[in-house]
């Protein structure tokens, strides 16, 4: 008896998904519990299990396709069991070659169950039958994939891809030093904005609509830290298991500098200032479905190696499409590190309805003068955004400061002086 998967409720107010990768294929074994799809959400990747055991009959969304919650995506023939060598992978044929042909021209090998009859080819699963209908195609004209030569949708889709590039190369090359207007084309493609990334531009055009951002700038020596790093890294490490970076001492510089100046780390509520007396700190990370931001809770109490272990398992689990929406929500401040990836100078964006942003840059030896002597030292550009509307320039200006103060002489903020 078919089962519907539906794409199930993902978190307030969020209405629709995007379909990301299946983790099973038509016609493969899934047990209860089991994780079938990833489905994107504007804050998050989820997997969505199996509700039931037995076969996966039906995909009716692909990878791309956008689904309200709620809505049908695939169905589950429960309790059925899977062709043999279905579910490990190893009955699949090579998608550049057709099924081996059987005694008769069917297509079928003698142990698997044999074709309707009167058809011709491998057995063809209904999603991949419609597309073959739509391209007026026949079974035996598209290599099949699926466990026990079963046809899938994805190999129809993935033939008739090929045969439109095949159609649109050119005809002939042209001469060599004569440059061709037909020679080649001119492609474009739309692809549909993922609800992530959608999430990020309204947030973006939202900070600029509905705050003053301003924007401040210092540049940090980073000789003290780097040689506190070089000089206790190997026992932090060993200790902790953990590496010792240069977030954990922005982040606790950053919590020492919003206590002194607290407008940066309140936000404005129903027209009035709400100050807040913990410290919830957005690290921005990157991850494949692009910037994600989140939020190490009550971050004032933790320790530089729980700093350390919890931004590097949000990185991890950002690149692998694990953090959950509960994650991403809320912070109070929000830091942005990119100088990993090369750049020298920028002006982050407030992430609403927060009142300031440090974007940390590149690391660049530069002369300085210290001391009256010119010095080649480690230094980093230090950018504060900030809400004008709660946040004055004395405020800020002084709160970028103080991370300077901090950075260039750690021991101030265990001495808090």
Do not use: C
Request: charged share 25%.
């Amino acid at each position: 008896m078919p089962v519907d998967l539906k794409v199930p409720s993902v978190g307030e107010s969020i209405t629709e998904v995007f379909i990301g990768s299946w983790l099973k294929r038509e016609g493969e074994a899934v047990e209860k519990d089991e994780p079938l799809v990833e489905v994107e959400t504007d804050k998050a990747t989820l997997e969505v299990p199996a509700s039931v055991s037995g076969v996966l009959s039906e995909v009716l969304k692909q990878e791309g396709d956008s689904a309200e919650v709620g809505e049908i995506i695939a169905r589950i023939e429960e309790g059925a069991a899977p062709a043999e060598g279905a579910g490990d992978g190893k009955a699949a044929q090579p998608q550049d070659e057709e099924p081996a042909q059987a005694p008769g021209g069917a297509s079928t090998p003698p142990s698997e169950p044999a074709p309707a009859a009167g058809a011709e080819g491998p057995v063809v699963m209904p999603a991949a039958q419609r597309l073959l209908d739509e391209h007026d195609l026949s079974a035996g004209d598209v290599p099949a994939s699926g466990p026990g030569g079963r046809l899938l949708k994805e190999d129809v889709q993935r033939f008739v891809a090929k045969r439109e590039r095949k159609a649109a190369e050119p005809g002939r090359a042209p001469a060599p030093g004569v440059a061709s207007q037909g020679a080649y084309e001119r492609l474009e493609e739309s692809v549909p904005m993922s609800p992530l990334r959608r999430r990020i531009a309204e947030r973006l055009v939202d900070a600029q609509h509905t705050a003053a951002l301003l924007t401040t700038f210092n540049e940090v020596d980073m000789s003290a830290v780097m040689a506190l790093r070089k000089e206790y890294r190997d026992a932090f490490e060993k200790r902790y298991d953990v590496r010792l970076g240069f977030m954990s001492f922005f982040v606790k510089a950053a919590i020492d500098a919003l206590k002194r100046f607290p407008q940066i780390n309140a936000e404005i509520r129903d027209g009035a200032v709400l100050y807040k007396n913990y410290y919830d700190i957005g690290v921005a990370v990157s991850s494949k479905k692009g910037l994600v931001v989140p939020v190490v809770r009550n971050a004032e109490r933790l320790s530089f190696a729980e700093l350390e272990s919890t931004i590097g398992d949000f990185g991890k689990r950002a690149g692998e499409n694990k953090l959950t929406p509960e994650e991403l929500q809320g912070g109070t401040f929000t830091i942005s590190n990119g100088g990993v990836f090369g750049s020298l100078m920028s002006t982050p964006i407030v992430n609403p309805p927060q009142s300031g942003v440090l974007g940390m840059h590149s690391i660049q030896e530069r002369p300085v003068a210290v001391a009256g002597q010119v010095e080649i030292r480690p230094m980093m550009y230090l950018a504060l955004t900030y809400d004008h509307r709660i946040v004055d320039g004395r405020e800020a200006v002084s709160f970028l400061k103080r991370i300077k103060e901090a950075i260039e002489s750690p021991a101030r903020m265990l001495l808090e002086v």
